[in-house]
């Protein structure tokens, strides 16, 4: 084999990783904070009394969950310039990214509400509970219980997803791996590196998740 | 003696059917009402009128003078002033037992959190379950639940109870855990409004019998003189196949 | 200047099949090769669980571009062969395909009951017979509705293919795009498209979701292609 694995040969790019990676953070984390935002907003249309709204928000989960990522991203990011508007591909694509995500946050958190039975908001009422006070104490803590694990995963599915944002030209992991690998020929080892960005990123959410998990609920065990 | 609570002609209508045909009836303090009857026939859904969980679609309801559905006020009022305890609980499950009786009288009464603490222990002396404060719903049986409910309900001091099937849902042993603290509040001369299938409780415990069928009331005596010599025959019918 | 949009409709959709027929053969590969990890998964000997443990774990913490850059670009580096666009969409789709069809494979044999297993076993039929008679047809049922979410998932996964420059449905929207002077239309057209195709197929996957009475769409968190 003409090839041997050398680490040291991507030492001076390491540099740039530093900042690719810290990019890849900024997006993920703007993305998830924007797309729980707007995924609640559809979370509540699909539950609305009016039957246009609640199209509408269906139509919008349908729509996220059968188009492809990358040609949300190209359409957001050549709509733009034709709208008069000057948009950053790192705009773009935070906009893209979080557009998408929120489809499947709205799924989260629509499963999350239906597993709060209706006995709950009938006690609440009777015991005279505000509209606001019935959702701080009552549905938002058993909510946040149910969706805890999914959010997780979702939160993970959008740090791999801005890998996406390399074909819209912003200098995030993954366009670093491509931009050092042409330059140093060196792809095996951009690859691995790359990879363990990712792979530390991800684990670092599960074991957080985990963690926190075990602080936060102390329910005990059911005594059936 | 004013009376605590007053309907007059209520009608509830679900679409086209008709749970409530017009229910005329007082209530006085201290008094013991058990509602009984076939299922289906709209005990629960008078309770549910009581407090506003149920809008009316005809006549009207006073509590200690004021009608009950005047506006969003007056229901968050009526709310304040009656305690209802649901067939299946209903308890918060991401809360202790101490903490459901708490919640309601600090954050919707807006009393001292160290008060409402005490008096919260004092109730759970009450029901007998000191021992059991710091557990989470999933760790208590039915019984306890339910006791933990009633807990609840009267941490907010109500002028009135209602229950609604209160031993429906709970094991036989159990049930007469229950029955027995409710007969304990009845002994304190509480108003209580009880929707059971329990007829031996209504005998024992309560002062009056209201037998209701499709929506109407059709018989309201003492419940002795009822299971002796029901008015009806439709009252008769339902008694005797209880008994059985 | 309006182009005859029309006209680009057969390319359009020559390549639409294109993309079927790679997300199609990746889909393949990945289930036949998750049915082996979901098996070594469920193996008696510890090496080969923590195996299928790994590699699942990677590909499900990776992004699937950069296991698709690796493949076109890095592979004929390292390893000195050429490997086309196409094969290298396919294989990076496959393996990802693969571990998440390794995990629906592995609850689909696990929620067979283990009566099952015991009363086949009493009979005496052996570990295969017992897999390939009356556990594999029970886990297939469990099976089949979470794949269809794999597959769609994989179809939008295949999007990808377009970046290193194989000339699936994206990359000729964007051809189309670029010969038509830049335009939302055609990657509109692009997006209806994919929709409609998704759509349809996860309409089926709902119509068996309820033939078989259990399973959820598995692309209902991340995978977000």
Known sequence: MGYTFTLRTIYPYLGELAHAAALTLELSLLSIALSLIVGAGVAVLRRSRSRLLRALGTAYVEVMRNTPLLVILYIIYFAGP????????????????????????????RAGLIAVSTGQFEAADAQGFSRLQTFRYIIFPQVFRTIYAPLGNQIIAVILASSLASAVAVDEVTSWMQTTGSTSFRFFETFVVAAVVYLVLCQLVNLGRLALGRLLFRQGESAR | MSPVLTLDGVVKRFGARTILDGISMTVSPGEIVCFVGPSGTGKSTLLRCVNGLEALQGGRINFEGRNVHENARSIADVRKRVGMIFQHFNLYPHLTALQNVMLAPVIVHKEPKALVEERARALFDKVRLSHRINAYPAQLSGGEQQRVAIARALAANPHLLMFDEPTSALDPETVGDVLAVMRDLALEGRTMLVVTHEIRFAVDVGTRMVFMDQGKIVEDSDPRDMLAHAKTERARQFLSSIRG | MNPDW??????????????????????????????????????????LRLAALVYTEFFRSVPILIVMFFCYFGVPLVFGFDVSSFAAA?????LHASSTMSEVVRAGIESVGRGQWEAAQAAGMDRVQVMRYIVGPQAIRVVLPPSVGVFITTLKESSLASI??????????????????????????????????????????????????IGSRSDLVGAMG
């Open chain 1, 82 to 109: 034709g709208m008069g508007v000057r948009l950053s591909s790192f705009a773009a694509a935070v906009i893209g990214l979080s557009l998408n995500s929120a489809g499947y946050m709205a799924e989260i958190l």
């Open chain 3, 6 to 47: 029309l006209a680009y409709a057969p390319l359009m959709l020559r390549a639409a099949g294109l993309t079927l027929w790679l997300s199609w053969l990746a889909m393949l590969i990945g289930a036949v090769g998750g049915t082996g990890v979901a098996l070594l998964r469920t193996s008696r000997f510890r090496l």
């Open chain 3, 90 to 94: 396919t294989i990076a789709l496959a």
């Open chain 3, 164 to 213: 290193i420059g194989f000339i699936e449905l994206t990359k000729t929207g964007l051809l189309v795009r670029e010969s038509t002077d830049g335009g939302l239309v055609p990657l509109l057209a692009l997006a209806a498209l994919y929709f409609i195709i998704n759509y349809a197929i996860s309409l089926v996957g709902g119509r068996l979701e309820r033939r078989f009475h």
